[in-house]
């Protein structure tokens, strides 16, 4: 029971009414306790996938179970799920202590009861004594903690956040990100949260599920999306990344911009066509021809902690490097890597073909 | 350094001379036709038939005669008004799930552009003993009845011409608030009706309080539809202010009805003027 999934999709549709399809034959597990981010571009479906939860919506097609009984046709107010809403979604007519009483109200908890609950869950977000303030007398920060705080009083076994960091400016966010992430720890509960930042994703989650049109691409932990991209999308939406065509020679050798490398890839078909992604921290700058790589710098942005280089090697390819060292516009460069720095994507391969790969020759490695 | 402060004098001062121009047509109407007409009003109510000063008039006020007129007016109001509410409310939150709302909503708006009298005397046709609606119930087996010049028929009419002034601003209020607290308050568990009484009633009740401001106030006068529906079988303060200036003649009780009337819109008034909670008001925020 203890290890059962908190939430199970199976082959969860979702079209509207016109036909369009928002969620396309979704199935994945939650785990309970755990941090999860549905990280995409806005219309993948992610937000959708967080209604469907919390019970706005119902699947088209498809089972959602919880703690592995079937909820498709429980209505929200009888879900243990509270929603962190995008834009709070708090009540004007009511101040912050009758905002969060009222779900509490609503379970006809006994007065003293609520008024402790209310109290403790102020204190958790650092909002104690702000009890009798009105909703529009607080910041965009503060509605955010009380937001938050009105779901968690509740004591719900999941805690769903739409996007609820989007309106705060950038310090406020980067704060807020530490403090959900610490409240998660704390409560021990399930947080699902969406987001189209990817810094959030990567700073914040247990595990991310990437999602583009209806589907989720990838999911794992930030790590393993970081370093190893199923696909273009993946590589392109999660950090920045240089992609390239190029052609898998045998295992552990690549050959891309007309030259081979030694690569720490294995378990393709010989000559398949693949993509290649190094992201612009692994490039090192060196001088002509003492790098793998020859090229030329278009432009150069001083960002903060580094340079970002633009630059086109002879085929044309942009190559973009991250650098601390500084280099001349115009000038003619070498850029260095290591073969484990070379991620080798298969065209159109699924998230389950791409881990059985990888056991597949991880086992074979240890053979040898 | 003179120059500049004296420009920097003559601004405001420059503006405060346009916004008393402005401010000329406003005052003009508020002298002429209200506070004049209120003032003439109060002035002949303190005369007899004769021309004589007097308080009787506000003495005959108290009497079983005009606290009866009283009652049954503000009792018709009442009925008036809580019929339209309880049409208009579901009819408006009804308009803000269709799709072409405002298409829906025009339809509602347009039947009050026609005058008044026409649609009451389109409602005699109706109504009468000769009239479709009879044949109708003749049809049915019922036979023939009474309809016009009842209680019923007062009222029946008296909602219909009302209805639009309720459903508007119950519509706006309902159209401006945020669907996401209605998510909100299901994700914390309340169930349909609980939502309705501690969010949505909460937060459109200052269109319901608006919507109820603009037909009980005129209901409490009404007088034409009183005499040619109910056959002035339902007297009201309106019909009686009518009466008294036209009829007998009387125009210091007339007056010092209207001025009791005047009072009671101003309570009224009061009462349904709620200070909005919250400077977003209806619950967006932003």
């Known amino acids: 029971m203890a290890n059962q999934p908190i939430i199970r999709f199976e082959n969860v549709t979702k079209k509207y009414s016109d036909e369009t399809t928002v969620l396309d034959n979704v199935s994945f597990e939650l785990e309970r306790g755990k941090f999860y981010t549905l990280l995409g571009p806005s219309g993948c479906g992610k937000t959708t996938i967080l209604r469907l939860i919390a019970g706005f919506i119902e699947p088209t097609e498809g089972t959602i179970y919880f703690n592995g009984k079937n909820i498709n046709n429980v209505p929200a107010n009888e879900r243990q799920v509270n929603t962190v809403f995008q834009d709070y979604a708090l009540f004007p007519h009511l101040n912050v202590y009758e905002n969060i009483a009222f779900g509490l109200r609503i379970k006809k908890v006994k007065k003293d009861e609520i008024d402790r609950k209310v109290k403790e869950a102020l204190k958790f977000v650092n909002l104690a004594g702000y009890e009798s303030r009105e909703i529009t007398e607080m910041s965009g920060g503060q509605r955010q903690r009380v937001a938050i705080a009105r779901a968690i009083v509740n004591d719900p076994e999941i805690i769903l956040l739409d996007e609820p960091l989007s309106a705060l400016d950038l310090k406020l966010r980067s704060e807020m990100q530490y403090e959900l992430r610490e409240l998660q720890q704390r409560l021990g509960k399930t947080f699902i949260f969406v987001t189209h930042d990817q810094e959030e994703a990567l700073a914040m989650s247990d595990e991310i599920f990437v999602m ?24 392109d939406f999660i950090g920045e990344s240089n992609i390239v065509a190029g052609r898998m020679i045998e295992d552990y050798i690549v050959e891309f911009t ?59 390819n942009e190559w973009l490097v991250h650098s601390t060292k500084k280099a001349e516009v115009g000038a003619v460069i070498g850029l260095d890597f290591n073969p484990e720095d070379i991620h080798v994507m298969r065209l159109n391969e699924s998230e389950e073909e791409y881990d059985a790969r990888l056991e597949s020759y991880g086992a074979s490695a240890d053979e040898e | 350094m003179t120059r500049d402060l004296n420009l920097m004098e003559r601004l405001p001062m420059k503006n405060n001379r346009l916004r008393s121009i402005y401010s000329v047509p406003y005052a003009a109407w508020i002298l002429l036709f209200v506070l004049a007409p209120i003032a003439l009003i109060v002035y002949y109510s303190f005369f007899d038939l004769t021309g004589n000063f007097t308080l009787s008039n506000y ?87 009474q309809i016009l ?81 109910a056959g002035n079988k339902v007297i009201t303060l309106g019909t009686a202010i009518e009466q008294q200036f036209l009829v007998t003649q009387n125009w210091g009780m007339g007056s010092t009805i209207a001025v009791f009337l005047i009072l009671f819109m101003f309570i009224i008034m009061l009462f349904t003027t709620g200070k909005e909670r919250g400077a977003t008001g209806n619950g967006k925020n932003r």
Not at chain 1, 305 to 312: C, I, K
Not at chain 2, 86 to 92: E, G
Not at chain 2, 169 to 184: E, M, S, T, V, Y
């Open chain 2, 59 to 145: 003495r005959n006020f108290f009497t079983s005669v005009y606290l009866q007129l009283t009652t049954s007016s503000f009792w018709y109001a009442f009925l008036i008004t809580l019929f339209s509410l309880l049409i208009a409310y579901p009819t408006a939150y009804f308009i803000t799930k269709t799709k072409h709302k405002q298409l829906w909503l025009l339809l509602i708006i347009i039947p009050s552009w026609i005058n008044l009298l026409l649609k009451t005397y389109a409602f005699i046709g109706l109504m009468g003993l000769y009239g479709p609606l009879n044949a109708l119930l003749e049809v049915v087996g019922i036979g023939k009845q």
């Open chain 1, 258 to 316: 007309g030259k081979r490398f030694d690569c720490a890839d294995a378990g393709l078909q010989p000559n398949e066509k693949v993509d290649i992604v190094i992201r612009p921290e692994d490039l090192e700058i060196s001088t002509v021809d003492t790098g793998k790589l020859n090229v030329t710098v278009d432009t150069q942005l001083f960002r903060g902690v580094h340079y970002e280089l633009s630059t086109y090697d002879q085929d044309g």
């Open chain 2, 149 to 229: 010049f009842t209680d019923f028929s007062f009222v029946f009419v008296s909602v219909y011409i009302f209805i639009p002034f309720m459903i508007l601003p119950i519509f706006n209020a309902l159209d401006k608030l945020n669907p996401a607290l209605i998510d909100a308050s299901r994700d914390l568990g309340a169930n349909s009706w609980t939502t309705f009484k501690r969010v949505v009633w909460p937060l459109t009740i200052n269109g319901v309080k608006s919507g109820i401001q603009v037909v009980f106030i005129p209901a409490l006068s009404l007088f034409m539809i009183t005499r040619l529906i």
């Open chain 1, 212 to 235: 583009n049109d209806g589907v989720i691409q990838q999911s794992g932990t930030p790590l393993d999306i970081y370093d190893e991209p199923i696909n273009r999308f993946v590589a």
